[in-house]
């Protein structure tokens, strides 16, 4: 972690040297203000990867003398296909329409949304892929 806290410390470092030169050319005020929260957020993310790193053991990827070997074994779980991605976005666009055209249409994207959000948290609690 110690790689990727470093990565966004140098990001962190670009946007604090960007954003007054960003002000002195433009005087404008939204895009110095989006500069200065990607800064902080920046920030905030490489101090965390930086605090983690240090009171963490050193992952694999972290140690110059580590084998190939080493960081082998099961990642983690990873779903295989899954259709309820697709009808959260359809009931995500439901909304949006809703909200452009008629809240009653909103109100039922809600419950098309409601559906496809505990289909999409709870598909692997039944059927083929059940744990």
């Known amino acids: 972690m110690k790689?990727?806290?470093i990565v966004f410390a140098v990001v962190t470092v670009f946007f604090a040297v960007i954003t007054?030169?960003?002000?002195?050319?433009?005087h404008e005020i939204t895009g110095t203000t989006a500069l200065i929260l990607t800064t902080l957020l920046g920030g905030l993310?490489?101090?965390?990867?930086?605090?983690t790193a240090r009171r963490m053991?050193?992952?694999?990827?972290?140690?110059?003398?580590?084998?190939?070997?080493?960081g082998a074994g099961e990642l983690g779980f990873f779903?295989?296909?899954?259709?309820?991605p697709l009808w959260c976005a359809l009931a995500l666009s439901t909304c949006v329409v809703g909200v452009a055209i008629a809240w009653w249409?909103?109100?039922?994207?809600?419950?098309?949304?409601?559906?496809?959000?505990?289909g999409l948290?709870?598909?692997?609690?039944?059927?083929?892929?059940?744990?």
Not at 45 to 51: D, K, Q, S
């Open 3 to 5: 790689v990727e806290g």
């Open 20 to 26: 007054p030169i960003y002000w002195v050319i433009s």
């Open 45 to 51: 993310i490489a101090f965390y990867l930086l605090m």
């Open 57 to 70: 053991e050193p992952r694999p990827e972290d140690r110059k003398d580590a084998e190939i070997a080493e």
């Open 79 to 84: 779903s295989p296909h899954s259709w309820w």
């Open 105 to 118: 249409l909103f109100i039922i994207g809600l419950g098309f949304g409601a559906v496809a959000v505990l």
């Open 121 to 131: 948290v709870f598909e692997h609690y039944r059927g083929e892929h059940a744990h």
